[in-house]
């Protein structure tokens, strides 16, 4: 279990850099130790390639599942799933501790436009039963069908972000979170966290009425406070890391790499602007 996560952790960070780089800052400061507390999935609900085809690994894996959870303004449900109780890796960190909780979510895409449903359920079809495949895409970091159309995403990202970045980024892992309460440091508070995110060069924003750097957003999904190291967070500041250049390239061509970067940006950090 351990390594599948691992895979999927280092996908997520090999495209996420100023993530990765606030990682490695926290846990500079905190003994070398981070604790996560959760991980989050996002996919397409329509014809298995929804929620299930993600969730069966966590399952087999001793993850039990709890409440479902709706958005609809989003047009998104999702389950959470809490992990074993199993012995954990003393000295741990990241996905080599304690155990995450784990996020899944999925688009309800017969609530979408016929336009964007058409592109979906095109892409869906060409890939088959590719949902079977969804842990493998997710810890190598691959589409289960093909390159998507700089067109066609735009289409999408004109109607929902969520499905914009699922185009995009099928199964892979969206966000990490960060428990807080579980750091050994001053940094367990998570004012003085913030501030020193800070005062190493991560400016911050108010998007969504809470004070986050330019991919982090501070919530509180259960009585502890969490930091979320976002790939792409609708509720705070979007990272324009959201895309690895290879796949950019493939379906945007020749165009401007930062001008594509940037397609879902609100506000970023000066390092890749």
């Known amino acids: 279990m351990v390594s599948v996560l691992s895979s999927m952790e280092r996908v997520y960070l090999d495209s996420n850099p100023t993530a990765k780089a606030v990682l490695e800052l926290?846990?500079?400061?905190?003994?070398?130790?981070?604790?996560?507390?959760?991980?989050?999935?996002?996919?397409?609900?329509?014809?298995?390639?929804?929620?299930?085809?993600?969730?069966?690994?966590?399952?087999?894996?001793?993850?039990?599942?709890?409440?479902?959870?709706?958005?609809?303004?989003?047009?998104?449900?999702?389950?959470?799933?809490?992990?074993?109780?199993?012995?954990?890796?003393d000295g741990g960190s990241g996905v080599n501790g304690a155990l995450p909780r784990v996020f899944i979510s999925e688009l309800i895409v017969d609530q979408l436009s016929s336009q964007a449903q058409d592109i979906i359920k095109k892409y869906i079809k060409i890939s088959g039963s590719g949902c079977r495949h969804a842990t493998l895409a997710s810890a190598l970091g691959s589409l289960t069908w093909k390159e998507p159309l700089?067109?066609?995403?735009?289409?999408?990202?004109?109607?929902?972000?969520?499905?914009?970045?699922?185009?995009?980024?099928?199964?892979?892992?969206?966000?990490?979170?960060?428990?807080?309460?579980?750091?050994?440091?001053?940094?367990?508070?998570?004012?003085?966290?913030?501030?020193?995110?800070?005062?190493?060069?991560?400016?911050?924003?108010?998007?969504?009425?809470t004070p986050c750097p330019s991919n982090f957003l501070m919530v509180s999904p259960s009585k502890f406070p969490v930091l979320t190291l976002s790939s792409l967070n609708v509720l705070c500041c979007h990272s324009i890391e959201i895309y690895p250049s290879r796949r950019l390239k493939n379906f945007i061509g020749e165009m401007d790499l930062k001008l594509g970067m940037r397609m879902l940006s609100l506000q970023v950090h000066p390092e890749s602007s």
């Open 150 to 209: 700089y067109s066609e995403f735009k289409t999408l990202e004109r109607e929902s972000e969520y499905a914009a970045w699922t185009f995009v980024n099928g199964y892979a892992l969206n966000h990490v979170a960060i428990a807080t309460h579980r750091l050994k440091s001053q940094l367990r508070n998570i004012n003085n966290l913030n501030q020193f995110i800070e005062e190493n060069g991560f400016k911050f924003n108010s998007e969504g009425g």
């Open 26 to 89: 926290v846990k500079s400061a905190d003994e070398e130790q981070i604790c996560y507390d959760h991980l989050a999935f996002r996919t397409f609900g329509i014809n298995g390639h929804g929620i299930d085809a993600l969730a069966t690994l966590f399952l087999d894996y001793g993850y039990t599942q709890r409440e479902e959870l709706r958005f609809p303004a989003k047009k998104v449900r999702a389950h959470w799933y809490s992990p074993p109780s199993v012995p954990q890796f």
